[in-house]
């Protein structure tokens, strides 16, 4: 009972208030910001589904095995399907040439639909499709046609009434490519149509969702029964883009957590350090009575366990309630309501209470165990010795094992490793410099800082080194988050294309270009495009290859072109040239997935024909672009022999979406595929995440501000000492206040400094490792550092410190005794 008692009397007397405080702010500092990242990072996933309309998307050519679907009932799956196919409709003498889908009960399982049941009405939000014998039309196809609500539409052999308008379909962007205006209907209309014979070109897509182990059973039971013909979509194929985003808004949120971790471990271990230095003097007492090591290390882990215990559990509550406060605050900003929070963040809390005891709380008391009874006598701790030089190195350690198992990423671990290595070798160097300055001829208030700096060179060093980590923590999340935003926000400019025209034949090139000329439009140019299919490499067929990648089961979109587009790089090879007249040119990640090299000699069969072309180049390409892209381009003449088509993108403002009608009527025979909706989608889904992400900022700033506090607080009981003495013999109010000020914006500028080193070495490693950016040095990053260091660490050291000019030194010496 004598570690609790002495505890009651510590705690009493304010001795363990720090160390509590600083335990407390980094446990609900971390469990808030696992709480809100779990929670934000699962709402995102559900919101993205909704471009799938499911969990996953079991996607065929043809009908699949009724066992299928009977294994998916079995293990409870919600599952619903959709037969998307392009045909005519008709109404009187008004023909239309549009994409059908039509969708079974359930559909969506994932995201709603938006309809009206008139043209006029409000959009209303439904989560069924249209009843058997009804259909929906997307709003541009009445005055097409012709049509109102309530009309006859013909449809194959069946006749269907117009029974509502599709504002919005939660998986429109799961094919780009579907051709025409949207039809929805019922699949039990289907055989009523007529219209899927033996060769149509159908494409079948079986939604399935629910619990998790469930889904990810029935996945493993169906991947090795899979053919050519089918295969499982998930976001990332669904939607690339959106995935993209949301893996790196992931990585973002669990670098917060991290740095969160490192600025609560820097907190504990000043207070904790603190703590040891002001129970020296009784720890050389109970050893003068005849204390052992032992027995005066087993009464102080006592108190550390119980201290640690106390402030975990006050810190996992403090955690979890303010991160539920956070989340009803944002509610209004998303669509979809953050589910409830699991039992993880909890773990992660627990796990930093552990690592910051173990790590930064345990290695002073042990050092406290050695204290020499003359301790008492020489008051030589206010400086480092090597044995607590070497009781730093288990605080990092364990704070870099929890971060690795935080954020599951190794490049992040050393991102911050190589950081704050650079940051602490630099601390030393800076602080000698400090401390050598000639500057005291500037004023009694320079004497004092640099006389104060001087006294304390090895512990300066230490405080340098901890500002600078809160400081880097800080600022690596701010431009981190800004790298990411102008990153997603570069990817979609409000000017991309939106709009695609496909099937072109070679006799309305010329038309189709007069119109989309005059209109001003902003466009790309005419590709070519045959469909073909890559069926071997250098003579082996591909279906004998091990990497059964998607280009191998499906037909490829092939062109031809003399100019390289502007948006391609060539990284290997050459382009055409008057040395270079035929060949192929391989994007680059393909190649890599198909494990094709320079000169492999490629078969494509098109048509029913077949040719063959050696590798000559390979490129890079920007996906982002929304403009026409092509895995393999030809020479030009390569592919003369085959029939083709032309593709165009370009970019039809709102206000003019009725050129698309226009189109239409003139050239009935070219497809137009409407990607605005689906970009807007998009935009809407990564400015959620944006939000995310700045509310998790706010979060971190908050914390650093609060740790960075509490790390002054831990280091300031000698300074309120020695500015008690220098009023005792007279020293001035303003002079010390701006002894202060000096002091602690000199080491904030130093800190600051480092910080600004460190963020740059950490960004570097986190933009082309982690986020998969592209490494753009920050100037700014140079004034920002030591300009905030200067604020924050001379704001909050004058603060704490104000206790020394505002009280009666008698009083301050008195309260330190």
Known sequence: MLPLRLLSRDWRGGELALIATALVLAVSCVTAIAHFSDRLTRAMHIQSQSFLAAERVLKSSKEVPQAWLDKADELGLERAKTVTFASMLSAGDEFQFASVKAVSDGYPLVGHLEMRTQAESPSKVVQQGPAPGNVWLEARLLPLMQLEIGDQLQLGDGSFTIDGIIDHEPDRGANLFSMGARVMMHTSDLAATNILQPGSRVNYRYLLAGDDAALENYLKWLRPKL??????????????????????????????????????????????????????NYVAVMKSLGAGKNKILGIYLGQMAALAIISTTIGLAIGSFVQSQAVNLLAGFFPVTPPASSWQPLLVGIATGLACVIGFALPPLFRLAQTDPMQTLRQDWSNPDKREWFGLIPGPLSMLLLIWWLSGSLATTVALLAGLGLLVAGSALVNRLLVRGKLASLGGSWRIALGSLQRRAGFNTLLIAAFGTGLLAMLAMFYARTALIDEWQMQLPENAPNHFLVNIAPYELDGVKQKVEGKNLEGTEFYPMVRGRLIAVNGTPVTERENKDGAIRRELNLSWTDTLPADNKIVAGDWWNENLTEGVSVEVEVAARLGLEMGDVLRFSIGGLETESTITSLRTLDWNSMRPNFFM???????????????????????????????????????????????????????????????????????????????????????????????????????LIRSLIIEFGLLGIAAGLLAAFGTEATLAVLSQRV???????????????????????????????????????????????
């Not at 949120?253 to 129970?279: D, F, I, K, P, Q």
């Not at 905030?788 to 008698?810: F, I, M, N």
């Open 227 to 280: 053919t050519l013909h089918e295969h499982i979509a998930d976001l990332k194929e669904g939607q690339p883009r959106v995935a993209k985003a949301l893996d790196r808004a992931e990585s973002f949120l669990y670098l917060a957590a991290s740095l969160a971790v490192l600025l609560a471990s820097v907190a504990v271990g000043l207070a904790a350090r603190r703590y040891g230095l002001r129970h020296a």
């Open 633 to 735: 381009l030809f020479a030009p003449g390569s592919l003369d022999n085959f029939p083709a088509t032309y593709i165009q993108s370009f970019y039809l403002p709102p206000e003019d979406k009725l050129f698309v009608n226009e189109l239409v009527k003139n050239f009935p025979s070219v497809s137009i595929i409407e990607l605005d909706k689906i970009l807007d989608n998009i935009r809407e889904t990564i400015g959620q995440v944006a939000i995310a992400i700045e509310s998790v900022l706010a979060l971190m700033l908050i914390a650093g501000v609060l740790v960075l506090i509490a790390g002054v607080r831990a280091s300031i009981s000698e300074r309120l000492q020695e500015a008690a003495v220098i009023r005792t013999l007279g020293g001035r109010r303003q002079l």
């Open 771 to 817: 986020f998969e950016l592209p490494f753009n040095f920050h100037p700014g990053l140079w004034i920002l550092g030591p300009l905030v260091g200067a604020l924050l660490v001379g704001t909050a050291g004058t603060l704490a410190c104000r206790s020394a000019v505002s009280q009666p030194p008698l009083k301050v010496l008195r309260e330190l005794a």
